[in-house]
């Protein structure tokens, strides 16, 4: 460590430059011995400018300056312990037993998930998210806002891919309260942004929408003055910039960059959650089907198989229980966060209904297995010709016998995507 200012009144009055020092343990120690001995050591470029300017001012620095640099100081100390720890653990296949994260706050949000609740923005050192995505419109960003992006963000990679291979089609998605209220591929972008707001124009009013390439004019004019809380696609056209931030300056727009290309980053680590007194941790939920059991006795023709494999990949993503119904190429109806699965079949297809769409002849996908034949009768009397979920219920065969009885075509994945 270098100093940079000593006073003969003792510690308290010595500053130490010592950048990088906290990348070791051996520098991390001797930064906490320093802090221990009401030393003031600063750790970057753009720090210590201000102290020495602040030094050259007063003759000294505040107690608020100390305050700030010992605790960025202890920040990377903890934050290098715990990059160790995290591969000091990495070589065992269970789950860690130490985990220790930090964390450092990119930005207040407006506010919480309630307007009487604070909140903010936090980042990992190099984290890689919506955090860097580059906002150019709108307010800043919502506790809700962040939320519903990030869904579509998931979704929008998801998507991207069948069986590892590009999908050829433009694809837009649209989420309100991080349940997809519509999803469509589409020859153009233009025409994925209407089929996916033709499956529910009215959860859509104040939705989050993303897009899996440049947003160009057309799609731009198409959104025109729709209500949009937030909008992010890996680009805007100029003119589409402009059409769309235009008497908008409320319409956060958020131009995403690379980061539906850098799956394997956003990935990396785990999915936690809070609990009173502690957490839970997860894999994050990035497996996808590799084969399917044909169980009924007809199979899926080629486009129902289609259907299939974009149903599941949606209902991944719609809070449990979900069904949905599709076309293989648009949402049609989303039944989701209902407590009974017979209800999401109905609910799905009197959404569909409501906003002019047809469930004849769609798919149905579910994220879990149907514990009873009633919600697979519900969804072939909306009119869906073949099915898609887990599989695993106890009366499996009830259910293979009446999807059997309305000649349906069911498969059986054996994975389950249930998401509260």
């Known amino acids: 460590m270098r100093p940079i200012f000593s006073e003969a009144d003792g510690p308290e009055s010595l500053v130490f430059s010592a950048a990088g020092f906290e990348d070791t343990l051996s520098g991390s120690t001797i930064i906490r011995q320093a802090l221990d001995r009401k030393c003031t050591v600063v750790l970057d470029s753009a720090s210590l400018s201000s102290v020495v300017e602040e030094i050259k001012k007063t003759g000294d620095l505040s107690e608020e300056t100390r305050r700030t640099l010992a605790a960025e100081a202890l920040y990377k100390c903890l934050e290098s312990d715990a990059r160790l720890l995290a591969r000091l653990q990495s070589s065992k296949p269970e789950m860690p037993r130490y985990v220790v994260k930090a964390y450092e706050k990119v930005q207040d949000l407006r506010y919480g998930e309630n307007w009487h609740q604070k909140a903010a923005l936090y980042r990992k050192r190099d984290g890689l998210g919506l955090h860097r995505a580059n906002k150019l419109n709108g307010r800043e960003m919502s506790y809700n806002n962040m939320v519903d992006a990030e869904t579509v963000l998931e979704m929008l990679i998801d998507l991207a891919e069948y069986d590892g291979l590009k999908a050829e089609k433009p694809l837009s998605v649209i989420?309100?309260?991080?349940?997809?209220?519509?999803?469509?591929?589409?020859?153009?972008?233009?025409?994925?942004?209407?089929?996916?707001?033709?499956?529910?124009?009215?959860?859509?009013?104040?939705?989050?929408?993303?897009?899996?390439?440049?947003?160009?004019?057309?799609?731009?004019?198409?959104?025109?003055?729709?209500?949009?809380?937030?909008?992010?696609?890996?680009?805007?056209?100029?003119?589409?910039?402009?059409?769309?931030?235009?008497?908008?300056?409320?319409?956060?727009?958020?131009?995403?960059?690379?980061?539906?290309?850098?799956?394997?980053?956003?990935?990396?680590?785990?999915?936690?959650?809070?609990?009173?007194?502690?957490?839970?941790?997860?894999?994050?939920?990035?497996?996808?089907?590799?084969?399917?059991?044909?169980?009924?006795?007809?199979?899926?023709?080629?486009?129902?198989?289609?259907?299939?494999?974009?149903?599941?990949?949606?209902?991944?993503?719609?809070?449990?229980?979900?069904?949905?119904?599709?076309?293989?190429?648009?949402?049609?109806?989303?039944?989701?966060?209902?407590?009974?699965?017979?209800?999401?079949?109905?609910?799905?297809?009197?959404?569909?209904?409501?906003?002019?769409?047809?469930?004849?002849?769609?798919?149905?996908?579910?994220?879990?297995?149907?514990?009873?034949?009633?919600?697979?009768?519900?969804?072939?009397?909306?009119?869906?010709?073949?099915?898609?979920?887990?599989?695993?219920?106890?009366?499996?065969?009830?259910?293979?016998?009446?999807?059997?009885?309305?000649?349906?075509?069911?498969?059986?994945?054996?994975?389950?995507?249930?998401?509260?």
Not at 264 to 275: A, C, K, P, T
């Open 175 to 420: 989420v309100k309260h991080a349940n997809p209220c519509g999803v469509a591929y589409g020859n153009t972008l233009q025409e994925a942004y209407r089929l996916s707001f033709a499956t529910d124009p009215k959860s859509a009013f104040g939705g989050v929408i993303g897009f899996g390439q440049p947003v160009d004019v057309d799609t731009a004019q198409a959104i025109g003055n729709s209500f949009v809380e937030v909008l992010l696609a890996p680009g805007f056209e100029p003119e589409a910039l402009k059409i769309l931030t235009e008497n908008k300056p409320n319409r956060r727009v958020l131009d995403i960059g690379d980061l539906l290309q850098r799956k394997e980053e956003l990935y990396r680590g785990w999915y936690l959650r809070s609990i009173f007194g502690g957490m839970m941790l997860q894999d994050f939920d990035t497996e996808d089907i590799k084969e399917w059991k044909v169980v009924t006795a007809r199979s899926p023709t080629d486009v129902e198989t289609r259907a299939l494999r974009f149903a599941w990949k949606v209902a991944k993503y719609v809070k449990s229980n979900a069904l949905v119904y599709t076309s293989e190429c648009q949402t049609i109806g989303i039944g989701s966060g209902q407590v009974s699965r017979v209800d999401s079949a109905r609910f799905g297809a009197e959404k569909a209904e409501e906003h002019g769409l047809c469930t004849k002849g769609t798919v149905a996908a579910t994220d879990s297995f149907f514990p009873f034949r009633d919600g697979l009768d519900a969804a072939f009397k909306a009119g869906a010709s073949a099915v898609i979920h887990p599989g695993g219920s106890i009366r499996d065969a009830e259910v293979i016998d009446a999807a059997n009885e309305h000649n349906m075509a069911m498969v059986f994945t054996g994975m389950r995507h249930f998401r509260h």
